[in-house]
C-alpha cells in the first residue's frame, strides 16, 4: 500500500529510540521528511544516522526536553525553516515515575502531567496553524494500554494516559472540518527499554529473577509474545498518512490481545 507520505513533514517526540525511533523510521521509509527529537544530542544524532542508513533519508535531529513549553515551540520552528510546514505530528513520550499511589508525591504527578498531557497540548497548539492553513495534518497520541485499563504500580500513567484520550475525542470533530484527523495508540508490552525496567523493577520488588517476570507477561497476551517497535512504528505510520482518510477521534491499541475489556 502507499501510504502517500512522500514530502510530507513530520514531526515525531521522543523519537531517539524505542516507539518513537520505530515510528519516525517508518515514516522515513514512507517517504516523509522527519523531524526527530530527543534531550540527548548523541543518542538523538545516533538515530538520525540509523533512519539514513536504513532509507535513505537524513532526518533533522532537534535536541530539546518537550516538558519546556520553548522547546517545543523551537521544534516547531526548526522544522518549518527547513521543510516549510508540518504536516504530522507524532507526541510521544517517555513513561511518567513508577510506583503505588502512596509512593507519589505532587511533584511526580506534576512532571507526569508535564510530561505526558501538557507536552502534547502545547505540540498540538503549536502545529495548528500550518495543518490549518493547508487544510490538512495528521495527529497521533502515543499514549498506553493504561488507557484502556489501569496497570498496577502505574498510578501516575493510568491516571493522566486518560486525559489524552480526552483531549482527542474532544479536538476530532474541532479538526475535521480542516481536513484534520486526530488518534490515539495505546501500546501493550512492547520491547523497549522502558518495559525492561518495568520488568527489572517488578523483579526486584519479588526478589525474583527478571525472565520470570518476563515469562508471566509473555502468558498474559494471546499472541504470546512482546511486540516489537516495528510494528508499533507500521501502525503509527497509517494513522499519520493520507491513506488514513475517514478515522479520526479513534483509541486504539496494539496489545497483542493482553487488554480483554471491549
Known sequence: MDLQLHDKTAIVLASSKGLGLAAASALAAEGARVTLVGRQEETVREAAGQIEA???????????DITRPQDIERIVAVTVERHGTVDILVNNCGGPAPGTFDEIDDAAWQHGFELTLLSYIRS?????????????????????????????????????R??????????????????????????GRFATDRVIQLDELAAEARQVEVGQIAEEQRRRIPIGRYGSPEEMGTLIAFLASPANSYMTGQALLADGGAVRSL
Open 54 to 64: 536504513r532509507t535513505g533519508s537524513r532526518p533533522l535531529a532537534v535536541v530539546a
Open 124 to 160: 498540538i497548539r503549536a502545529v495548528l496553524p500550518y495543518m490549518r492553513g493547508q487544510k490538512f495534518g495528521r495527529i497521533v497520541n502515543v499514549t498506553s494500554s493504561a488507557h484502556k485499563e489501569p496497570i498496577e504500580n502505574l498510578v501516575v500513567s493510568s491516571t493522566l
Open 162 to 187: 486518560v486525559g489524552v484520550l480526552g483531549l482527542a475525542k474532544t479536538l476530532a470533530p474541532e479538526l475535521a472540518r480542516d481536513n484534520i484527523l486526530i488518534n490515539t495508540v495505546g501500546p
